[in-house]
């Protein structure tokens, strides 16, 4: 079974500070991990995701994120956040093998406010 | 370069009446397809997916039905529609690369 926790609601942040948006997972195996973002009435879009490699992956719009195996968290982060980057953030996990059609676990999303 | 439709953008409909949505991918071959319902704007509740052509796996009991005619086109639909029904609806679709990508979603209101 997979599943994946994103433990904050909400996040706010000052423009132009740090942001960390956090999520944990649980697999059986080794993880697919990927970061969706979604703006109000839209679809969500790929950020950014960990199949395997460095620990660190750079993604889309300045976003990266780490994959921390003992800690089992991947969590989001960006050095300097833009007020454009308010929007809701979703981690998702897929264990491997190939199995169940590729089908992700989602978190229940993170609302990221960046203040001017 | 893959794209993804769904239509319509926005629907609303009475207590009891039908429902069908649409989604269609370009540019791919045999994807995997899902049907999300977003609630409130927060998590995805997966609905259905399709690994192929007439290959339908339910997650989640309901009144909701889906199918998938042809290889990159794939329909979510009812017959008596309920309250609890409204939502965002979101389709995806995956290949290799294990990302999903989604489409501009529909909001279904039902009054």
């Known amino acids: 079974a997979q599943s994946v926790a994103q433990p904050e609601d909400q996040v706010n942040v000052a423009e132009g500070n740090p942001l960390t948006v956090k999520c944990t997972y649980s697999v059986s195996g080794n993880p697919y991990l990927f970061w969706y973002v979604q703006y109000p009435n839209r679809g969500l879009q790929f950020l950014l995701k960990y199949i395997t490699g460095d620990n660190l992956v750079k993604g889309s719009y300045g976003f990266e994120a780490e994959f921390n195996k003992s800690q089992t968290s991947f969590h989001l982060k960006k050095p300097s956040a833009l007020v454009s980057d308010s929007a809701l953030y979703f981690c998702?996990?897929?264990?491997?093998?190939?199995?169940?059609?590729?089908?992700?676990?989602f978190g229940d999303g993170t609302t990221l406010t960046v203040k001017p | 370069s893959q794209t993804i439709h769904q239509w319509p953008a926005t629907l609303v409909q009475p207590v009891g009446s039908p429902l069908s949505l649409e989604c269609t991918v370009e540019?791919?071959?045999?994807?995997?397809l899902y049907w999300y319902r977003q609630a409130a704007g927060r998590g995805l509740q997966l609905l259905f997916y399709?690994?192929?052509?007439?290959?339908i796996s339910s997650e989640v009991p309901q009144n909701l039905s889906a199918s998938r005619p042809q290889d990159r086109q794939f329909i979510l639909s009812s017959k008596k529609l309920l309250l609890s029904d409204s939502g965002f609806y979101l389709c995806?679709?995956?290949?290799?690369?294990?990302?999903?990508?989604f489409g501009p979603g529909t909001r279904l209101t039902v009054l």
């Open positions: 995806a679709w995956t290949f290799s690369s294990d990302t999903q990508y």
């Open positions: 399709s690994v192929g052509i007439g290959q």
């Open positions: 540019g791919t071959s045999n994807p995997n």
């Open positions: 998702a996990v897929r264990d491997i093998p190939y199995t169940n059609a590729g089908k992700s676990t």
